[in-house]
């Protein structure tokens, strides 16, 4: 089931910005496959990005809601933490919540680049230039009310 459901997932964010429809079906999938841990966590945000595209602000928020608890509860992941925050902030800005994603993106953005300095100078300009999770926190927590 995990290999399938890690197809689904990358699926997913692969089908974010041309059919969002399918990224949440794919995200759906992934996410009933492995129901439990990170790896759930991450197909919620990738769902509630979907939504969000879809115009479906109430599930969208429910899904980012629900990842963003499972990273609270847990503790931060190496991979797919950026993409749970940057969910959250991107329908927070949708519910007109500016501060609070302001603030989600600073606090998420400081631990991308607490991670980019252990990187060493080569690696760190293409982690927090490249990554397109992190590039998205950054303008969240540089946006202006």
């Known amino acids: 089931a995990g290999l399938r459901a890690g197809a689904r997932l990358y699926l997913a964010l692969l089908e974010l910005s041309s059919d969002p429809r399918e990224a949440r079906t794919h995200a759906r999938a992934a ?5 439990e841990g ?3 966590a991450i ?3 990738i769902e509630a990005r979907a939504c969000l595209a879809l115009g479906l602000l109430e599930e969208a928020d429910s899904a980012s809601a629900l990842a ?3 990273l ?8 797919g933490e950026a993409t749970i925050h940057r969910a959250r902030v991107d329908v927070l800005e949708a519910l ?17 680049e607490t991670r980019a ?3 060493g100078e080569t ?3 293409g982690y927090l230039e490249r990554a397109s999770d992190h590039v998205r926190l950054r303008s969240a927590r540089d946006l202006r009310a």
């Open 31 to 35: 996410r009933d496959a492995v129901p």
């Open 38 to 40: 990170a790896f759930s």
């Open 43 to 45: 197909a919620h945000a």
């Open 68 to 70: 963003s608890a499972w």
């Open 72 to 79: 609270a509860a847990h503790g931060p992941i190496e991979e």
């Open 96 to 112: 007109g919540r500016v501060d609070e994603a302001r603030a989600l993106a600073s606090r998420a953005y400081a631990a991308i």
């Open 117 to 119: 300095d252990a990187l």
């Open 123 to 125: 690696l760190r300009a």
